[in-house]
Antibody, heavy 117, light 106 residues
Framework: QVHLVQSGAEVKKPGASVRVSCKAS????????ITWVRQAPGQGLEWMGWISAANGLTNYAQNLQDRFTMALDTSTTTAYMELRSLRSDDTAVYYC??????????WGQGTLVTVSS | SYELTQPPSVSVSPGQTARITCSGDALAMKYTYWYQQKSGQAPVLVIY???KRPSGIPERLSGSRSGTVATLSIGGAQVEDEADYYCYSTDNSGNVFGSGTKVTVL
């Protein structure tokens, strides 16, 4: 069955960068995109972007594209996201999910990123 | 930026039907997806392409769309249906989630 397993919680200082990984298994990795979504404490879901595992095509949310990068390692079926110049309002649970412009059907367990001085 | 509008909350009595709307200009031309999120858990896809149910999703959850308004219906609501529900769709620039609806069964 499809599994997406994310890396563990992170605590970062303002201005730092964070990298979260998402290890996929149970399906042909290159047939689907990976979407990233975040959720601030007590808030709704925010779409961040997706990356195609077939050809590396990306689509970033406009409000993040200057600080946010998605990448893939098809040899290890792992997706990565990096967020730079962290601010306190970047504190959130970050999710990866299988899927791109269409449904994100299977989700990782989430990674809590806390930005605090 | 593109927005999808949902009511903040919906209350329903056990066994009754709850309906959650999602409105957005592009919904007439783009599919709507619905997610259920219970407290402390990752979202779960419950409806895709406006009205299709993934395997394992109860038949009491159903989706429909008319013009620019999509609707998620929970027929015969049960306590276990208490959750936040989000609609999700796309426009020409990317994907977007609705603001979310908290469903209370009491």
């Amino acid at each position: 069955q499809v599994h997406l397993v994310q890396s563990g919680a992170e605590v970062k200082k303002p201005g730092a960068s964070v990298r979260v990984s998402c290890k996929a298994s149970g399906y042909t990795f290159t047939k689907f995109a990976i979407t990233w979504v975040r959720q601030a404490p007590g808030q709704g879901l925010e779409w961040m972007g997706w990356i195609s595992a077939a050809n590396g095509l990306t689509n970033y949310a406009q409000n993040l594209q200057d600080r946010f990068t998605m990448a893939l390692d098809t040899s290890t079926t792992t997706a990565y996201m990096e967020l730079r110049s962290l601010r306190s309002d970047d504190t959130a649970v970050y999710y990866c999910a299988r899927g791109g412009s269409m449904a994100a059907d299977f989700w990782g367990q989430g990674t809590l990123v806390t930005v605090s001085s | 930026s593109y927005e999808l509008t949902q009511p903040p909350s919906v209350s329903v009595s056990p066994g009754q039907t709850a309906r959650i709307t999602c409105s957005g200009d592009a919904l007439a031309m783009k599919y709507t997806y619905w997610y259920q999120q219970k407290s402390g858990q990752a979202p779960v896809l419950v409806i895709y392409e406006d009205s299709k149910r993934p395997s394992g999703i109860p038949e009491r959850l159903s989706g429909s769309r008319s013009g620019t308004v999509a609707t998620l219906s929970i027929g015969g609501a049960q306590v276990e249906d208490e959750a936040d529900y989000y609609c999700y769709s796309t426009d020409n620039s990317g994907n977007v989630f609705g603001s979310g609806t908290k469903v209370t069964v009491l």
